[in-house]
């Protein structure tokens, strides 16, 4: 049995699970999530608390599954309650970003601009459009209620351009630490 599935989701004031035999819709102050439940996954709503369990041991898969339904039913009973959030910079001088037409436009240094179609439920805030030289990036921030679209659509922007090792420009998440690289060093 999962150790992570067997510990129980408090279900905060202002939020309403409701359990179908096929899925699980959350309701919050911020929105609504929908689940399809794992087959032999079962999962009780009683005293202001979710509780995931499992219906057979002795099923490797089952037991994986059973943690992994735990995990995406609190991220959804936080999302809708509380929401997330990613912090994201972009390092390179003359690199920037704006929002235009529900469209996330970036100018990375390619010879063209990229364009991506900000998905239905995310919302940009850009708070530093484009760079001041090396020490001052283009700072945005993805917020949602659904994190894995969320994580999706961040790991995708990043995947552009990604943080190069030698002077570190690319797109990053604010928290990403990256190791900039010693370069060739020439012989007199």
Do not use: W
């Amino acid at each position: 049995m999962s150790r992570v599935g067997k510990k129980k989701i408090d279900i905060p004031a202002g939020v309403t699970v409701k359990v179908t035999d096929k899925n699980i819709e959350v309701k919050g102050p911020k929105g609504q999530l929908q689940l399809d439940l794992y087959p032999g996954i079962d999962i009780k709503v009683a005293d202001n608390a979710v509780e995931v369990s499992n219906t057979d041991d002795s099923l490797r898969n089952l037991n994986a599954m059973h943690g992994t339904m735990r995990a995406h039913i609190s991220n959804m009973i936080t999302g809708v309650s509380q929401g997330f959030v990613k912090e994201m910079q972009i390092y390179g001088t003359g690199y920037n970003i704006k929002a235009q037409g529900g469209k996330l436009v970036l100018g990375i240094g390619f010879c063209h601009p990229v364009e991506m179609v900000i998905p239905k439920g995310i919302t940009v805030d850009i708070k530093v459009p484009a760079t001041r030289g090396n020490e001052v990036p283009a700072a945005f921030s993805l917020a949602g209620i659904d994190k894995q679209l969320l994580g999706q659509f961040a790991a995708v922007i990043r995947g552009v351009r990604p943080p190069e090792p030698y002077i570190g420009k690319g797109i990053r998440y604010a928290d990403e630490i990256v190791r900039i690289k010693v370069g060739k060093a020439f012989g007199a």
